[in-house]
């Protein structure tokens, strides 16, 4: 049974999954009925390699408390070779989020695939446990205008 | 070395090798100097050469500016930081190395605060990018000057790289304070993005407003979504000439965040921006040897 | 001429007894290695010893960003509600006396077609305190456009420092003789006459004569002097000339938010960005960058005095000294004086 809160903070997490692997992977743990916190909003790309540093930004400017970034694994990319493109913008991406002082544990990516129910299932909980012990990102809610 | 430039520069114009060299001159008070175009084989004498040059001439080789095209083929005189910036715009196919001629300057170093300059150079009035600087005798078609002796350390010293080392070991509180007080002043004037030859986008993202990806107004969120962005764009093309730092009206320190992007590209992928103009820039390619340690 | 006095060592008390009731005292000050002009809470903060700060003040009175309208969708529609401001009084100590005359500019253009009362009521709420200037520097040109480093144009009250580090106090509006006579235990009186410090010697420069830059830009003719192109062919496009000179207005209104709320937001904009004039056609009628600062050029010299009736340009220098490419905008003036 999951526990969602009565007045305790639930965080927002925003996950940005290609189309082929991660969401099919998410959309089996859906037929499969299992239970898993609810606190994940998935955006369905084509693939990671069209994820732009910016929907990051953006998200969190939205109000994310945490991101997770899902695709294929490397070597079964739908168009062959987006994630490993998308792999290179990660690193020099997340060096830079993390220079800033934005806390990494908010930061989240992994390879799931088509077949990786049960992994996507642990996965968001996990994440969800991580990003509701560091609390609301209240450095980004609180810049002002 | 001033009278050989001028002698150079007549020479080409006069044999019609070029249409307009691009070069430094005097300001009015001869206190700075300024870009100068010189279209006339008489009016050489008005280039200079001194560590006064601080300006990236580069940028003027970029296709937004298209009066400057139209003068014909240019000369353009670099020194060694110049010439890397060149190497990147002819590696993502922004000129052709057979369109430009490059007169390359060696320099031992360059003063931005015009009034510490002396007559000597000193090594504290000089900026980081050039205690590390190893291309001080430039690869030209014309070099002018003498052989500068100089050993860049193996490691990079100076300000920048002190304080990027200086925030790597402070908390995540005390870099998130850092960087919102620096970029809480940003006005989101562009100066940065106009004058790094690099940033030649026909139509930046920011003016783009359908979406509204990064917001335009001068308030927090949108400043730190644009200097992000901007950085992020800059990772392994950034050659370290450091006129973002020196344009911005506000001081923001740029310096550190594409420098410090500039040593993970190294290390991650082994990529030095402006050293080979047949290499490929590292964000446009991939090693199936990335490391992904941080990837579930 | 007033016989009061301003002691420096009372700056102190001045800052608390208005921060106290809620007024804010901008002043020059040192952020990031330079000299602007912001906000401050006691008088160490305060820089004495400037030309003129980097920024000019009419940030305070014509912001950076600012929401002039709300925005949301509910049930019953959208409901759309302008923001009304009830600004604090403002106090800018320490403007130089071309930073001052900045506010007739300003009020020209918000209130010529508009009353655009988020100026006006900033404005009525502000009161500038001017030093007159004891020196100067090579970027600095306010007598080649007429005015002088003591005018008292623009400002409400006129200090000029004495030999004892004080400053001699004269009060031009009425807004300016109520600040003195509201804080009367501050503004001591001076029993003999001071003795002021010089007042900087600005020399005019000699080969401009704004007369007959105003008669050249008159005629349209001159427009397509190839000139322009010779003397802006290195400008950038950058901006920061805009932002820093006390005079430029130009505005950009954008809307931020989201589907079902948001604000409409009014922002500093620059008639040297590429997209000022770009037409949603593609067509660009400004499309290089020397015709976008010929554009800023005659602006200053001829369409605001033309429209306004005031001054475009006051020579503070800023533009010359924030360029990165060092344009200097008294170049293009005495290339301009001396065409036929």
């Known amino acids: 049974m999951t526990e969602y809160g009565h007045g305790s903070f639930e965080p927002k997490i925003i996950a940005f999954v290609c189309n082929w692997c991660t969401y099919a992977g998410a959309d089996l743990a859906g037929t499969s009925r299992m239970e898993y916190k609810p606190n994940v909003r998935i955006i369905k790309l084509p693939c990671t390699g069209r994820i732009d540093p910016l929907f990051i930004i953006k998200a969190f400017e939205k109000g994310a408390d945490g991101v997770l970034i899902s695709g294929c694994h490397p070597g079964d990319c739908h168009y062959t070779t987006g994630n490993y493109h998308a792999r290179r913008r990660w690193i020099a991406f ?49 810049l002002n205008e | 070395m001033e009278n050989t430039l001028r002698q150079k520069a007549k020479e080409l114009l006069e044999k019609g090798e070029v249409k307009v060299v691009i070069g430094y001159g005097w300001n009015k008070q001869k206190t700075h100097t300024t870009p100068v175009f010189i279209t006339k084989p008489g009016d050489a004498g008005k280039l200079v050469f001194n560590p006064l040059c601080v300006n990236n001439l580069s940028l003027y080789l970029t ?17 060694g930081c110049d010439i890397k910036t060149i190497a990147v715009l002819i590696s993502e196919s922004q000129i052709k190395r057979e369109d430009i001629v490059i007169i390359g300057m060696t320099c031992n170093g360059v003063v931005y605060k015009q009034e510490l300059w002396k007559g000597e150079l000193k090594p504290e009035i000089m900026p980081t990018k050039c205690h590390n600087c190893d291309v001080r005798n430039p690869l030209a078609d ?12 193996d490691e990079p010293t100076g300000m920048v790289f002190d304080k990027i080392k200086g925030l790597d070991k402070s908390s995540n509180t005390e870099r998130w304070d850092f960087w ?68 911005c009206p506000a001081n923001i320190p740029l310096n550190l965040v594409n420098q410090k992007l500039a040593l993970v590209v190294k290390d991650a992928f082994g990529h030095k921006a402006g050293y080979d103009e047949k290499v490929h820039p590292p964000m446009i390619v991939f090693n199936m040897e990335d490391e992904e340690d941080f990837i579930k | 001429m007033s016989n009061k006095l301003l002691k420096k060592e009372n700056l102190g008390k001045l800052i608390d007894a208005l921060t106290s009731e809620g007024s804010i005292f901008v002043a020059p000050k040192m952020d990031a290695q330079q000299v602007v002009y912001a906000p401050v809470i006691n008088a160490e903060e305060i820089v004495f010893d400037y030309i003129v ?3 000019s003040f009419k940030k305070f009175l014509f912001p950076q960003t600012e929401p002039i309208a709300e925005f949301n969708i509910n049930k019953e529609g959208v409901v759309l509600k302008g923001i009304e401001i009830e600004p604090k009084e403002i106090i800018i100590f320490g403007s130089r006396p071309c930073d001052a005359i900045c506010c007739s500019s300003l009020r020209s253009v918000f209130n010529w077609d508009f009353k655009d009362e988020f100026y006006n009521r900033r404005e009525d709420k502000a009161i500038v305190i001017t030093v007159a200037c004891t020196k100067a520097d090579d970027s600095c040109f306010c ?41 009367a235990n501050i503004f001591s009186l001076n029993s003999q006459v001071p003795s002021h410090k010089p007042i900087a010697d600005v020399k005019p420069i000699a080969g401009i004569d704004v007369k007959k830059v105003k008669e050249y830009l008159k005629d349209t003719q001159h427009y397509e002097n190839p000139l322009w192109a010779e003397l802006a062919r290195k400008c950038i496009g950058c901006g920061a000339c805009t932002f820093a000179c006390p005079t430029c207005h130009c505005f950009d209104i954008v809307d931020e938010g989201s589907a079902y709320q948001g604000k409409r937001i009014k922002n500093w904009d620059a008639c040297q960005f590429e997209f000022f004039t770009l037409h949603t056609s593609g067509h660009n009628p400004r499309d290089t960058q020397y015709k976008r600062w010929r554009n800023r050029f005659m602006c200053k010299f001829n369409f605001y005095p033309n429209k306004f009736s005031s001054r475009g340009c006051v020579g503070c220098g800023r533009c010359i000294r924030v360029c990165p490419v060092r344009l200097d905008i008294t170049e293009v003036m005495e290339k301009v004086s001396n065409q036929p």
């Open chain 3, 143 to 183: 007598t080649t456009v007429n005015l002088t480093p003591d005018s008292p144009n623009g400002s409400d009250i006129l200090l000029r420092e004495t030999t004892d580090g004080d400053y001699a106090v004269e009060t031009i509006t009425d807004k300016g003789k109520k600040f003195v006579e509201r804080f």
């Open chain 3, 53 to 55: 700060p980097v920024n």
């Open chain 2, 180 to 247: 919102f007080e620096h970029f809480s002043r940003c006005t989101k004037c562009y100066a940065c993005r106009q004058i790094c030859p690099l940033c030649y986008c026909e139509r930046c993202i920011a003016e783009k407003n359908m979406p509204q990806w990064i917001e335009t107004s001068a308030h927090q969120r949108g400043n730190i979504a644009w200097n992000l962005k901007r950085a992020m764009d800059l990772a392994g093309r950034c050659t370290f000439c450091g006129e973002c730092e020196r344009a």
């Open chain 2, 63 to 79: 296709k937004k500016f298209s009066d400057i095209k139209a003068l014909g083929k240019p000369a353009i005189v670099a020194k």
């Open chain 2, 142 to 153: 014309f070099v002018i000057g003498e052989k500068i002796d100089f050993k860049a350390p």
């Open chain 1, 94 to 142: 997340k060096s830079l989020l993390e220079f800033t002082g934005i806390d990494m544990k908010r930061l989240h990516f992994s390879w799931v695939s088509a077949s990786e129910a049960i992994k996507w299932v642990d996965l968001v909980n996990n994440i969800t446990d991580e990003v509701k012990k560091l609390g609301p990102f209240v450095e980004y809610k609180g």
